[in-house]
């Protein structure tokens, strides 16, 4: 495992996007995720491991987990960028 492997939640745009291309950059082993993994073409050209993930679904998020944990060990950083929330709880 190394402590350069990073998960990114939300990846689709904005936050998630920039942070997964700024590491990625930066030679960390990035895996980019958001609920349709189909959007994140631009990630993976980048050299991103993408990865469907929905923080909303527990068996997406374990699923999610396992996939990294196999491939690399561990998850050395979580970077929790993707928002979900209920409209009339703001």
Do not use: P
Not at 34 to 57: P, Y
Not at 70 to 82: D, F, H, P, Q, T
């Amino acid at each position: 495992m190394s402590g350069k492997t990073v998960l990114i939640t939300g990846c689709s745009s904005g936050i998630g996007e920039a942070a997964a291309l700024r590491l990625a950059k930066a030679k960390w082993k990035v895996f980019a995720s958001a609920r349709h993994a189909e959007v994140l073409g631009k990630l993976k050209q980048a050299g991103c491991e993408t990865l469907a993930l929905d923080v909303r679904d527990e068996a997406s998020m374990a699923a999610a987990v396992a996939e990294i944990e196999r491939r690399e060990g561990a998850i050395g950083v979580l970077v929790s960028n993707a928002v979900y929330a209920q409209a009339g709880a703001l």
